[in-house]
């Protein structure tokens, strides 16, 4: 199984990204698709996740601005990112949880499967 992360880059502030997460190897239809950051010298954070039928929780640091969105035709996940801030800059990844976690639940339960990592830059 393997979560590939792309779209990242370097942006400016109040500008927008697109990042996309293909999975391949098995398909996650049923299962949880989430999005986490780290920032050099912070620890991983989540970010957002969608669960099966696609309903979706956020950190309050993105809310209103990212939304999380897949399509399980393609086995893949987006995160598009709207208003973006400097401190909006990490690595970014992808995780796959099987199973549909409750909400609340997304950014502290295990993941089974990790991306590799895309870098998004938010100059001021």
């Known amino acids: 199984v393997q979560l590939q992360a792309s779209g990242g880059g370097l942006v400016q502030a109040g500008g927008s990204l697109r990042l996309s997460c293909a999975a391949s190897g098995r398909t996650f239809s049923s299962d949880t698709m989430s999005w986490f950051r780290q920032a050099p010298g912070k620890e991983r954070e989540f970010i957002a996740g969608?669960?099966?039928?696609?309903?979706?929780h956020y950190a309050d640091s993105v809310k209103g601005r990212f939304t999380i969105s897949r399509d399980d035709a393609k086995n893949t996940v987006y995160l598009q990112m709207n208003s973006l801030k400097p401190e909006d800059t990490a690595v970014y990844f992808c995780?796959?949880?099987?199973?549909?976690?409750?909400?609340?639940?997304?950014?502290?339960?295990?993941?089974?499967?990790w991306g590799q990592g895309t870098q998004v830059t938010v100059s001021s």
């Open positions: 969608a669960r099966w039928r696609g309903s979706a």
């Open positions: 995780a796959a949880r099987l199973g549909y976690p409750v909400l609340s639940a997304l950014g502290s339960v295990n993941y089974d499967y």
